[in-house]
């Protein structure tokens, strides 16, 4: 639930604005779960951001929202800058293309499964939420043995997209545990990108996969999942999707979660 608990964070940095101010001075470590949708709501409300006094910490928050991509363009960096996407998905290639630089993406399960995931997310973004601003972030914790990437947008919902499509009869948190499971708004054919993409996380990367989305939150581990309902002080305006990827030299075949 780690990243759950992340999540949590922001919710707490979100509800504890004073004075268009938000106080980030106390904090000494950031993760993408927290990181992203926070940022995303600094820029949305227009706040002013009280820094971190921990020397190390400013300075991180400092690259992570300001650095451009052509000024971290190299094979062997460890982070995805605070990136807006564009409006049309043919252009959202460039960033994809810095993402899979980040350290040696052979070493977080191959390549293959690597491109696999984040372009089904991707596709989620641009095919369902109807989003004005999204937006990615991703760290790379060689020492910790694990990736994590995150998006986020402020589309319709997992359930919005649903009930768009005449599919009502879900709540926010078993919306997300439906499309996980297959479920599409394309009538009787049946979704395969979430599904297959918990798969190879949970199953073949030994990872963790977290979603929000409105007022429903749902963490999958390979030893299950947690259906969290979320109340207001917690609701997400959009989608939040994060996943953790161990760093593990085996190459896994995504063939065999499809």
Not at 35 to 60: A, C, D, G, R, V
Not at 103 to 109: A, H, L, P, R
């Amino acid at each position: 639930m780690d990243l759950y608990n992340d999540y949590i964070k922001f919710c707490e940095y979100m509800n504890s604005v004073h004075d268009s101010h938000i106080d980030l001075s106390d904090e000494v470590f950031f993760r993408p779960t927290t990181l992203l949708p926070l940022y995303s709501f600094i820029i949305s409300k227009k706040l002013q951001i009280i820094m971190p006094t921990n020397k190390n910490t400013k300075n991180y928050l400092t690259t992570i929202m300001t650095r451009q991509l052509d000024n971290v363009f190299s094979t062997n960096r460890t982070y995805l800058p605070f990136v807006q996407f564009p409006i049309s998905q043919g252009d959202v290639n460039r960033i994809l293309d810095y993402l899979y630089m980040i350290q040696n993406i052979n070493d977080y399960g191959g390549e293959n499964a690597f491109k696999y995931l984040i372009g089904e997310i991707v596709d989620n973004i641009y095919q369902h939420s109807e989003f004005r601003k999204a937006y990615a972030l991703a760290q790379a914790y060689k020492k910790m043995g694990y990736m994590d990437v995150c998006f986020i947008d402020d589309g319709i919902t997992i359930n919005g997209c649903f009930q768009k499509h005449n599919i009502v009869s879900f709540n926010d948190v078993e919306a997300i545990d439906e499309a996980t499971k297959g479920l599409s708004t394309k009538g009787e054919e049946r979704g395969t990108g979430l599904e297959s993409s918990a798969k190879i996380i949970t199953n073949g990367l030994i990872g963790s996969f977290l979603i929000v989305s409105g007022k429903g939150a749902l963490n999958i581990e390979r030893d299950g999942k947690n259906m969290i309902p979320l109340n207001d002080f917690c609701k997400f305006n959009g989608t939040l999707v994060i996943i953790r990827i161990p760093y593990r030299k085996e190459t896994i075949d995504i063939f065999d979660y499809l």
